[in-house]
């Protein structure tokens, strides 16, 4: 079946403009996930997503950044004025989560992101 | 104690030798644990899934040991192909993390001829 998609899979900009990426999850699950991985550093969690509840948005490193989640399903993940150190690959991941899940995360491809 | 801490490595080791990777974890609640691999300039991907003492697919052994709040990853006959970093993941311990997964910093793995 379909996996998590992203796009785009490259985005250059110039510092200071905004950019939106966007994530389509696996269809029927519940959870959303963000995250961002530099080069040769670990994954960073950015923002969680599941069902109707509040976003946990614990991760988000600045009021530059933030994401919705429409209709349960695609979430746009913006920066606003971006800086050179935003420079990462963002990561997007979905899960089910429920009575009985076990939480496995399957992740899209990303979006490099490249501000120069 | 951090949540999730593995041996960054790098472990060389050639084709066809064994090799294990430990990860401790604070969250003693925790039910369930994973691996996941990432190749280079990829995204990760799901390896193994544990939910009780131990899994085991082919050449692949994953041990949980909850007394000592650990998990190994046991890799028999390595292949080129195992070249990797391997991700430890356990879930995320308390506020509403409910569903939230915490990954390691990774162990990278390289396989020589």
């Known amino acids: 079946g379909a996996g998590v998609s992203q796009s785009p899979s490259n985005k250059v900009t110039e510092k200071g403009k905004d950019v939106e990426l966007r994530c389509d999850p696996i269809s029927g699950h519940t959870a959303l996930y963000w995250y961002r991985q530099s080069l040769g550093q670990g994954l960073e969690f950015l923002i969680y997503?599941?069902?109707?509840?509040?976003?946990?948005k614990s991760g988000l490193p600045s009021d530059r950044f933030s994401a919705e989640r429409t209709g349960g399903s695609v979430s746009t993940l913006t920066i606003q004025r971006t800086q050179q150190e935003d420079s990462a690959v963002y990561l997007c991941?979905?899960?089910?989560?429920?009575?009985?899940?076990?939480?496995?995360?399957?992740f899209g491809p990303g979006t490099r992101l490249t501000v120069t | 104690r951090k949540e999730v801490e593995q041996d960054p490595g790098p472990f060389n080791v050639p084709e066809g030798a064994t090799v294990a990777f430990n990860c401790t974890y604070s969250n003693s609640a925790s039910q369930s644990f994973f691996w996941y691999r990432q190749d280079c300039r990829k995204e990760p991907k799901l390896l193994m899934s544990?939910?009780?003492s131990g899994n085991e697919d082919g050449r692949f052994t994953a041990q949980l040991n909850r007394a000592s709040q650990y998990i190994s990853l046991l890799i028999r006959d390595s292949k080129l192909s195992d070249s990797a970093t391997y991700l430890c993941?356990?879930?995320?311990?308390?506020?509403?993390?409910?569903?939230?997964?915490?990954f390691g910093q990774g162990t990278i793995l390289t396989v020589h001829p």
């Open positions: 997503f599941q069902g109707n509840s509040a976003p946990d």
């Open positions: 991941a979905s899960s089910f989560v429920g009575h009985g899940s076990s939480y496995e995360q399957y």
């Open positions: 993941v356990v879930p995320t311990r308390g506020g509403t993390s409910y569903g939230k997964l915490t």
């Open positions: 544990v939910y009780s």
